[in-house]
């Protein structure tokens, strides 16, 4: 079956730094690949998306790449704010789906 | 749209005790999965059905736990008897086939 890793684990950053979150993926299969984020105690919820077929998409400050032939893809948050501070997960699915283990971000006033 | 709903929020019950979970998707979604999310394991996924069909129930713990969806519309997550170890936030999620998951609020299981 598909297998997500996810780096880093925790991750803190100045506010208006940048933070980058890495994911990489094995099954070539995997052709959808959502990032969610979770606040403390709320569900995840979805804050972008990329499909296979596609190299790059933003949405305002948010970014997500993907490189298909690395098996890897990747979210950037640009222009960081307090109200980013979450756990962010990656996701890879055909079907169902997989998700890496979450990355703790924290944004420093 | 509602978004997907589940009840209850929060549960405390004993050791030994039977705890349902309850689980409305969104209509027109004909995906439905359940996870468990813990400190240590992370969110994990317990079993998905498609079309009202388990498809996949390899996360399912042990024999103590036990998921139905009767129909497009309701889905339950049954554990007996619920253990200590089984405290966790359990969410639910749907999707269509070609759309994101959508995640319920969860319910936060406590066994005392």
């Known amino acids: 079956g598909e297998n997500v890793e996810q780096h880093p684990s925790t991750l803190s950053v100045q506010e208006g730094d940048s933070a980058v979150i890495k994911c990489t993926y094995s099954?070539?299969?995997?052709?959808?690949f959502p990032w969610y984020k979770q606040e403390l105690g709320k569900r995840p919820q979805l804050i972008i998306d990329i499909r296979s077929n596609v190299g790059e998409k933003k949405d305002q400050r948010i970014a997500v790449t993907l490189n298909k032939t690395a098996k890897h893809f990747s979210l950037h948050i640009t222009e960081t704010q307090p109200e980013d501070s979450a756990v962010y997960f990656c996701a890879a699915s055909l079907y169902q789906f997989y998700f890496g283990t979450g990355t703790s971000l924290t944004v420093i006033p | 749209d509602a978004g997907v709903i589940q009840s209850p929020r929060h549960e405390v019950t004993e050791m030994g005790q039977e705890v349902t979970l309850r689980c409305k998707p969104i209509s027109g979604h004909n995906s439905l999965f359940w996870y468990r999310q813990t400190m240590m394991r992370g969110l994990e996924l317990l079993i998905y059905?498609?079309?009202?069909?388990?498809?996949?129930d390899s996360g399912m713990p042990e024999d103590r736990f036990s998921a139905k969806m009767p129909n497009a519309s309701f889905s339950t997550l049954k554990i007996q008897p619920s253990e200590p170890r089984d405290s966790a936030v359990y969410f639910c999620?749907?999707?269509?086939?070609?759309?994101?998951?959508?995640f319920g609020p969860g319910t936060r299981l406590t066994v005392l």
């Open positions: 999620a749907s999707r269509t086939d070609t759309d994101t998951q959508y």
């Open positions: 099954d070539s299969a995997s052709n959808y």
């Open positions: 059905f498609n079309n009202n069909v388990p498809i996949d």
